[in-house]
């Protein structure tokens, strides 16, 4: 087993596994964030992609997906297997991923270039599209082979589509826990216990900090009282997959309660749209009380605005207030939020209401931070608009969720530990408090190998 990315950064998951000649990956995600994160991207793969056998995915976030189209041009044809909901977000992230690979290049310097050594896009559009052809689409809580390995899917409670994979064969066991979902959420359904195994790679993406008991309905209903009383605009940056989703209904409670007025909603994002109404092919996964609010009715009517043109998009700019736009993505490095931000950012009228997790290095983080001034596309902007964050809003468990999660297996009942997909403080930290399980605790580095018995 070899950790290919992710390990002291809480992107990039990529892990390969190797038997008798079998090679396939956990995961193959972008490094997401600051430049010096993205910039990993680039540098040249390990082996060449036509020996990679099988890609397994345990969810469709584009750090845990998005390197497969890359992989693809450079002559991966392999199989992909993943749950039938992640099948449907790769038919709008990777496609996209492609599209966000072909501007950046087409933005790059000739010194930016020759520093990366490109003489083309990463991977394009069609990459993202021509590599959907390769996909397989399993049941939770089924058995299948591949190679000489048995793997199972079981839900993770993350996102649509999220699972925790176990891995087996004759004298060898694992569970790769992906993206773990938090113990306690009013959208999706609480995630399920994985099977039992002798190896956990587990993700501590929150493994140093316990997430506060703040009053979030409250945050939502200052932020549209300011601006209501302004006639300005709510900005919600948003991730497209899963926290788009989960913030519109945070809004339509609020309005079906009367906590807030109604006003016009534009969730302005084509990946967060496409992303939306794939939810509503899989109810299954959100809680009954989601599934029975009229949710989904909500985002049929007139009120809600599903933007995807460019034009459409341009025009909101002109859209007087009071006003509220959702718009991807949740960390400001791309997306059209950015644009709303270039417009709406310096206006004392408006408020930015951030949904999550903003890393360093970012716009979110720099407007976060206290600045006077941002740079957006070259020009400076001040930062005169109410400025918020929700921090209780993550798909992600954190410190006490993680050691939960982990307490499932029972004391003396795990050999190794690898703690991944998290910086290095919050590993750490995390490794501490699993000290209890009285297991090997590993924090594997950038191509880290180990050799693992197996029969």
Same mark, same amino acid.
């Given at each position: 087993?070899?950790?290919?990315?992710?390990?002291?950064?809480?992107?990039?998951?990529?892990?390969?596994?190797?038997?008798?000649?079998?090679?396939?990956?956990?995961?193959?995600?972008?490094?997401?964030?600051?430049?010096?994160?993205?910039?990993?991207?680039?540098?040249?793969?390990?082996?060449?992609?036509?020996?990679?056998?099988?890609?397994?995915?345990?969810?469709?976030?584009?750090?845990?997906?998005?390197?497969?189209?890359?992989?693809?041009?450079?002559?991966?044809?392999?199989?992909?297997?993943?749950?039938?909901?992640?099948?449907?977000?790769?038919?709008?992230?990777?496609?996209?991923?492609?599209?966000?690979?072909?501007?950046?290049?087409?933005?790059?310097?000739?010194?930016?270039?020759?520093?990366?050594?490109?003489?083309?896009?990463?991977?394009?559009?069609?990459?993202?599209?021509?590599?959907?052809?390769?996909?397989?689409?399993?049941?939770?809580?089924?058995?299948?082979?591949?190679?000489?390995?048995?793997?199972?899917?079981?839900?993770?409670?993350?996102? *649509?589509?999220?699972?925790?994979?176990?891995?087996?064969?004759?004298?060898?066991?694992?569970?790769?826990?992906?993206?773990?979902?938090?113990?306690?959420?009013?959208?999706?359904?609480? *995630?399920?216990?994985?099977?039992?195994?002798?190896?956990?790679?587990?993700?501590?993406?929150?493994?140093?900090?316990?997430?506060?008991?703040?009053?979030?309905?409250?945050?939502?209903?200052?932020?549209?009282?300011?601006?209501?009383?302004?006639?300005?605009?709510?900005?919600?940056?948003?991730?497209?997959?899963?926290?788009?989703?989960?913030?519109?209904?945070?809004?339509?409670?609020?309005?079906?309660?009367?906590?807030?007025?109604?006003?016009?909603?534009?969730?302005?994002?084509?990946?967060?749209?496409?992303?939306?109404?794939?939810?509503?092919?899989?109810?299954?996964?959100?809680?009954?009380?989601?599934?029975?609010?009229?949710?989904?009715?909500? *985002?049929?009517?007139?009120?809600?605005?599903?933007?995807?043109?460019?034009?459409?998009?341009?025009?909101?700019?002109?859209?007087?207030?009071?006003?509220?736009?959702?718009?991807?993505?949740?960390?400001?490095?791309?997306?059209?939020?950015?644009?709303?931000?270039?417009?709406?950012?310096?206006?004392?009228?408006?408020?930015?209401?951030?949904?999550?997790?903003?890393?360093?290095?970012?716009?979110?983080?720099?407007?976060?931070?206290?600045?006077?001034?941002?740079?957006?596309?070259?020009?400076?902007?001040?930062?005169?608009?109410?400025?918020?964050?929700?921090?209780?809003?993550?798909?992600?468990?954190?410190?006490?969720?993680?050691?939960?999660?982990?307490?499932?297996?029972?004391?003396?009942?795990?050999?190794?530990?690898?703690?991944?997909?998290?910086?290095?403080?919050?590993?750490?930290?995390?490794?501490?408090? *699993?000290?209890?399980?009285?297991?090997?605790?590993?924090?594997?580095?950038?191509?880290?190998?180990?050799?693992?018995?197996?029969?």
């Amino acid at each position: 087993m070899q950790f290919l990315g992710a390990a002291g950064f809480v992107t990039g998951s990529r892990t390969l596994i190797e038997y008798g000649g079998f090679r396939a990956y956990i995961d193959c995600g972008l490094y997401q964030g600051p430049k010096f994160v993205e910039e990993r991207n680039y540098l040249p793969l390990e082996s060449d992609p036509s020996t990679i056998d099988a890609i397994i995915l345990t969810h469709a976030h584009i750090d845990h997906s998005g390197l497969i189209p890359r992989l693809y041009r450079e002559g991966f044809r392999g199989s992909i297997y993943c749950t039938k909901p992640t099948a449907r977000l790769l038919e709008i992230v990777l496609p996209d991923a492609g599209n966000i690979q072909e501007e950046e290049f087409s933005r790059f310097s000739k010194n930016e270039l020759r520093k990366l050594g490109l003489e083309a896009p990463l991977f394009t559009r069609e990459d993202g599209q021509l590599v959907l052809d390769l996909v397989r689409t399993v049941s939770y809580n089924r058995t299948f082979r591949v190679g000489p390995f048995s793997f199972c899917f079981t839900w993770a409670g993350h996102i *649509l589509g999220a699972a925790h994979l176990n891995v087996w064969r004759k004298g060898f066991s694992m569970v790769f826990s992906g993206d773990i979902g938090p113990e306690s959420t009013f959208f999706h359904k609480p *995630l399920k216990r994985p099977r039992m195994a002798e190896n956990v790679v587990i993700e501590s993406t929150y493994g140093d900090r316990v997430r506060e008991n703040e009053d979030y309905e409250k945050k939502f209903r200052d932020a549209v009282r300011y601006i209501v009383e302004r006639r300005g605009v709510l900005l919600l940056p948003a991730f497209a997959v899963g926290r788009a989703q989960t913030t519109l209904y945070v809004l339509f409670r609020l309005i079906k309660d009367k906590k807030i007025p109604q006003m016009p909603i534009a969730l302005d994002s084509p990946m967060a749209v496409k992303a939306t109404q794939t939810y509503s092919r899989f109810k299954n996964e959100l809680t009954a009380e989601v599934v029975r609010s009229g949710f989904f009715d909500f *985002l049929r009517s007139r009120q809600v605005r599903l933007i995807e043109s460019a034009e459409e998009s341009k025009a909101l700019a002109e859209s007087p207030g009071p006003m509220i736009i959702v718009s991807a993505s949740g960390m400001c490095t791309g997306g059209r939020v950015v644009h709303h931000l270039e417009q709406r950012l310096g206006d004392t009228r408006n408020a930015v209401l951030f949904t999550g997790y903003v890393g360093e290095g970012t716009l979110a983080h720099e407007i976060l931070s206290g600045v006077g001034r941002v740079n957006i596309y070259g020009r400076e902007i001040p930062v005169r608009a109410l400025v918020a964050q929700v921090q209780s809003f993550s798909a992600h468990a954190d410190k006490t969720g993680l050691i939960a999660w982990m307490k499932q297996f029972g004391k003396n009942s795990i050999k190794r530990i690898y703690i991944n997909h998290g910086e290095d403080a919050a590993r750490q930290h995390l490794a501490g408090e *699993l000290a209890f399980m009285e297991s090997q605790i590993e924090l594997p580095r950038y191509q880290s190998t180990y050799y693992l018995p197996c029969g």
